[in-house]
């Protein structure tokens, strides 16, 4: 999922977030991709240092206590989108 595909991950989030987060296991299914694929794709755009630096913080991966893990756009990420 390197380079565009992660642009339409990130575009489907956008789509699919209404503020709430959405289950990794709904946008991986929507992706048509493997949910540990979507994880290791979605890590670095995260605000998660990985070596010495922070990623951007486009999203937001979390986990809500209900055995479920989430993924959210944050505002940096809507912003992102709107720059392509």
Do not use: C, H
């Not at 642009?7 to 990794?24: E, M, Q, R, W």
């Amino acid at each position: 999922m390197p380079g565009e595909a992660r642009n339409v991950a990130l575009l489907a989030l956008a789509a699919l977030d209404s503020g709430t987060g959405v289950p990794l296991t709904r946008l991986a299914k929507q992706l048509d991709v493997r949910l540990s694929t979507l994880v290791r794709e979605l890590a670095p755009l995260s605000d998660a240092k990985l070596g010495l630096e922070p990623g951007p913080g486009w999203v937001r991966l979390y986990f809500d206590g209900d055995n479920r893990w989430l993924v959210a756009i944050t505002d940096l990420g809507r912003a992102q989108m709107n720059e392509q």
